[in-house]
């Protein structure tokens, strides 16, 4: 199955089993423990690795596998890495682990790459690896919006860790996840990934319904904004949003709201005032007014920063990397796993009602109540997120 071809797509696979895992606390004990227990191959590609406590974690556990025989393969993103230490590199060199660097970028520099990007016009700079996967022994595998990263650690941050999904994947969509990495891989590896593709066995009680691997290449293919737009344009009862960073497409606006005066639940979960990029949260609140006059309801979550990205129309969900933001969209690799089954769907709707009771709504009443401060700080960042739009766009081109 090859996806070189930009008209190619994933194909839904029944025999699935699907576990979500809330924050850290439940999916780095779990990631861990797979980890510990594989016997031939460990699979990581992921964006954003710090150095740190939870860092340190995986290292030894990787280390230890390695002890064991078992083969891996690391693909991290060059500027997602950019805090991975020196010495956590080093530590990292082991025969049987081989560590790839998605798209290196011009210099270690973030002045100089900026300097790059807007005068040289290096725009290639800016396509990143946002995909968060890891495949243990070709029958297990995670994904989600994590990263390796103290942020997530609910162990050392306990009231103000970030508010993260995953989900641990088995059964027959294995060997498509398998695929995807791949195909990453084998754009930046020094040698081609020759392994065979996974034959996982069959389980014994998987859940009923569907799933596929749905996903972005940047530039290339979007399989993940053609079913955003698709799937919301044909939602009958419910569009439920929850992402970090909401800097949606004039397009999907107009979804939104048409589909909220047409009487579909639309209900939209973003951050409250714990934000890691506030200015982005203050351009994305310069929509606001017209979602309200449609009947959109925003939820702002209260406890702490909000960093989950998931999509759910009527029984169809979707989670993974991608923020459904217009930047992911337009220069990132993305991958999310699109499920269609009803225990699952309940799993995620009974996260969203939980979210959404640790929220406050923002009602259209409240929003002309805001100090001109406020509207002052919006219109600031909304013009610069439009400037910033169309410089990227003339880079793209």
Request: charged share 25%.
């Amino acid at each position: 199955m090859s996806l070189t071809d930009i008209n190619h797509h994933f194909s839904w696979q029944k025999g699935c089993r699907y576990q979500l895992l809330q924050d850290g606390y439940c999916f780095f004990p779990a990631i861990l423990s797979a980890i510990a227990s594989a016997k031939q191959l460990i699979i990581i590609e992921l964006y954003l690795v710090k150095s740190g406590k939870v860092t340190n974690r995986f290292i030894s556990a990787l280390l230890q596998a390695a002890q064991r025989n078992v083969q891996i393969f690391i693909l991290l993103d060059d500027y997602g890495a950019l805090e991975l230490r020196e010495d956590d590199r080093n530590r990292l060199k082991h025969e049987l682990i081989q560590i790839t660097y998605y798209n290196p970028l011009s210099s270690r520099n973030k002045l100089l790459n900026l300097y790059q990007i807007l005068w040289h016009k290096a725009g290639y700079d800016l396509h990143r690896d946002h995909r968060k996967l890891i495949l243990i022994d070709g029958t297990i595998a995670f994904i989600g919006g994590l990263g390796l990263t103290d942020q997530f650690d609910s162990q050392q941050n306990p009231k103000t860790c970030w508010r993260e999904n995953a989900v641990k994947i088995e059964g027959a969509i294995i060997p498509d996840w398998f695929r995807l990495f791949k195909q990453s891989w084998d754009k930046f590896a020094a040698t081609p990934l020759a392994l065979p593709t996974p034959n996982p066995p069959a389980l014994t009680e998987p859940h009923q319904g569907y799933a596929r691997v749905s996903y972005s290449q940047g530039k290339g293919r979007n399989q993940i904004k053609r079913e955003l737009l698709k799937r919301t344009a044909n939602a009958e009862h419910r569009i439920w949003l929850c992402t970090a960073y909401f800097i949606p497409s004039w397009r999907f606006r107009q979804r939104l709201r048409h589909a909220a005066r047409n009487g579909i639940d639309v209900r939209l979960l973003l951050p409250g005032s714990f934000t890691d990029h506030s200015s982005i949260r203050h351009a994305g609140r310069r929509y606001y007014y017209l979602l309200l006059c449609s009947g959109v309801r925003i939820f702002e979550y209260q406890p702490r920063m909000l960093h989950a990205k998931t999509l759910m129309c009527d029984n169809w969900v979707s989670l993974g990397s991608n923020n459904f933001d217009q930047w992911g969209l337009t220069w990132n690799q993305e991958a999310n796993l699109e499920v269609d089954d009803q225990a699952f769907t309940e799993d995620v709707e009974q996260m969203f009602l939980q979210d959404f009771s640790q929220s406050r709504e923002i009602t259209l009443e409240e929003w002309h109540l805001r100090t001109q401060y406020q509207r002052l700080i919006e219109e600031l960042w909304g013009k610069v997120g439009q400037w910033i739009d169309q410089i990227t766009r003339r880079i793209r081109r």
